[in-house]
């Protein structure tokens, strides 16, 4: 049994990942900057203790720090969230690069027993596919996209690489699009059937490089548990697939009927703007290094992933 300092809890992902330490008999601590759900929960409840932090004060909860074995780094404005102004650009960065920022500081000025530290980070990274399809998947030596994804990505990352040199274990995981029936990328892609509309976005033979969501929290786990693994790797399902083939599959797993829609570029481009260009991007992205650290898929394809959804 290990204490956990979880940042980002709240979220998809963390929630998630939460019941799943909760269930094993790991301890919980959140981070959090809402002084309304430190009210409510000042003491431990259902294995989950709060801890207060502020990003742009730079400050954290020494003792949250001292009692954790590890933390697992989530925090980051939603990407998808909003429209992408200047403004709500510098959020997004700001929200990951402030935030490791201030992990490193408290390692390094408070003492503690935290054996690694594990940090999300986004298949952004990668630039889009030279070819459709592309026979070369990205790996994780590929160098960060310059566009604003790609950038972030690369600031994110290296916000927490000076925790290597307090010597203590640092994964990076850069994950794909999580499909979870709790939310995400999966609720936006069910809406239009609902009104029995497959809607397929640009021409529809951008690949797409997912993750169940059971798949991302059991790779969490894997890297608390796995001390072997250091470093960079893809959270990504091993079999993406086309924005088309995905649209269809997840039409099908519904059992309802539906008519195919092909959303014209030029709308998305109209609705979303400099977004649109992340939603037309096609990444082909490579899961052989997770899976040679000996990590198992139970959702290795699409089919069995949306059965489960």
Not at 53 to 73: F, G, P, R, S
Not at 159 to 186: H, N, Y
């Amino acid at each position: 049994m290990a204490t956990i300092l979880l940042t980002g809890g709240t979220g998809l992902v963390g929630r998630a990942l939460s019941s799943a330490l909760l269930e094993k008999k790991h301890n919980v601590i959140i981070l959090t900057r809402s002084t309304k759900q430190m009210a409510i929960s000042p003491q431990p409840k259902n294995g989950i203790q709060w801890a207060q932090w502020n990003v742009e004060a730079q400050t954290i909860d020494k003792d949250a720090v001292a009692k954790a074995d590890y933390i697992i780094h989530l925090a980051g404005a939603g990407v998808a969230d909003k429209r992408w102004t200047k403004k709500r650009k510098q959020e997004i960065v700001d929200s990951r690069v402030k935030s490791g920022a201030l992990l490193v500081t408290a390692l390094s000025e408070i003492e503690n027993n935290v054996k690694a530290v594990i940090t999300a980070s986004a298949i952004g990274w990668y630039g889009a596919d030279p070819v459709i399809p592309n026979p070369i998947p990205f790996l994780e030596d590929a160098p960060a996209d310059t566009a604003f994804l790609g950038d972030t990505c690369r600031q994110w990352e290296q916000s927490i690489e000076p925790v290597t040199q307090l010597k203590k274990r640092v994964v990076k995981l850069r994950i794909g699009i999580v499909l979870s029936k709790d939310g995400g990328a999966l609720k936006e892609f069910i809406k239009p059937l609902q009104f029995g509309v497959a809607a397929i976005l640009g021409n529809g033979k951008q690949m797409i490089s997912w993750i169940h969501i059971d798949d991302l929290v059991n790779m969490f786990m894997a890297a608390i548990e796995n001390e072997n693994m250091n470093g960079v790797y893809n959270a990504v399902a091993p079999k993406p697939v086309s924005n088309k083939e995905l649209t269809l599959e997840l039409a099908r797993s519904r059992k309802k009927f539906f008519i195919p829609f092909y959303v014209p570029s030029l709308i998305l481009k109209l609705m979303l703007g400099e977004m649109s260009i992340e939603i037309l991007k096609s990444a082909t992205v490579s899961s052989i290094k997770i899976q040679q650290a000996g990590f198992n898929f139970k959702f290795p394809d699409i089919k069995t992933a949306l059965k489960n959804n």
